[in-house]
């Protein structure tokens, strides 16, 4: 019985976890998508370039909601390696994204709007988005291992002054 609590309290953290990062990549998308269509249809900007700006405006908007809500109770002391890391595994879905987009808009010939659109934000970003979240949760996000967790715990408990009773 406890071995079934254990992976039912995993998939349960697993199940909100996913929510929060899609509740994020759903803010990000919106971002992607009226970024990017700004660009093409506001500015005259070549559609990969579009796609490069906008998907970069996104990974900002993201790292935020990432880092202070779906990651918050994550290690924080080594944000030079979290933050060059973020930006590493954010590049490669750039890069998954918009070579999609380069693919059907100058490879395929299919350059209508609605074709940009899908090919960038529906699939493009399907992809790199599976690939983000695998890569945020193995390698940028990283929780405290146990021992760092107690002893950062202890060491809090052991630094707080001792409480004083009620009337005294």
């Known amino acids: 019985m ?3 609590r254990t992976v039912r309290s995993r998939l349960e953290r697993l199940a909100r976890e996913i929510a929060k990062f899609g509740a994020v990549g759903a803010i990000g998308f919106v971002v992607n998508f009226v970024v990017f269509n700004i660009c093409v249809h506001g500015f005259g900007l070549a ?5 490069v700006i906008a998907t970069a405006v996104a990974i900002a908007t993201n790292y935020v909601g990432n880092r202070y809500w779906t990651y918050r109770d994550t290690d924080k002391n080594r944000r030079s390696r979290e933050m060059g890391l973020f930006l590493l595994f954010s590049g490669v879905g750039l890069v998954i994204e918009n070579g999609i987009l ?13 074709a940009d659109n899908i090919s960038k934000n529906v699939i493009g970003l399907g992809i790199g988005t599976v690939f983000r979240f695998w890569s945020y949760r193995t390698w940028v996000f990283r929780a405290l291992p146990a021992r760092e967790a107690v002893q950062t715990a202890e060491s809090f408990l052991v630094s707080a002054p001792p409480r004083v009773r009620a009337g005294k």
């Open 2 to 4: 406890t071995q079934r």
């Open 47 to 51: 559609v990969v370039r579009s796609g």
């Open 102 to 114: 380069a693919l059907t808009h100058y490879g395929m010939g299919l350059t209508s709007p609605l």
